[in-house]
Nanobody, 120 residues
């Protein structure tokens, strides 16, 4: 059974920091692109940062130079360090795992999501 468990959310002040962690089980972690996504009320889920199985990192423009994604193949974890947080970063953050087969078939899994609130 596939399970993506997010930890580390909570409340931070503007300008503060939080670190999210996602522990993956039930998948061949090394074959999946791992990423962090977020969804705020009234908006669609959006990508935040992703790291490919080869280690290539993609950040969305709105988090560049503020957030850092990292991947631990030994522990099957993907982490998101969030610095210089802004109220606009308030959202439910989701861990996602994606795999595209050689035939183009997409397999994806999601965590349950974890709340991040940035407020003074």
């Amino acid at each position: 059974q596939v399970h993506l468990e997010e930890t580390g959310g909570g409340l931070a002040q503007p300008g503060g920091s939080l670190e999210l962690s996602c522990a993956a089980s039930g998948i061949d972690f090394s074959r999946y692109m791992m990423g962090w996504y977020r969804q705020s009320p009234g908006r669609q889920r959006e990508a935040v940062a992703r790291v490919s199985r080869g280690g290539r990192i993609l950040y969305e423009d709105f988090v560049k130079d503020r957030f850092t994604i990292s991947r631990d193949f030994a522990e099957n974890k993907v982490n998101l360090r969030m610095d210089s947080l802004e109220p606009e970063d308030t959202a439910v953050y989701f861990c996602g795992a994606d795999y595209i087969s050689g035939k183009g078939e997409v397999t994806e899994y999601w965590g349950q999501g974890i709340q991040v609130t940035v407020s003074s």
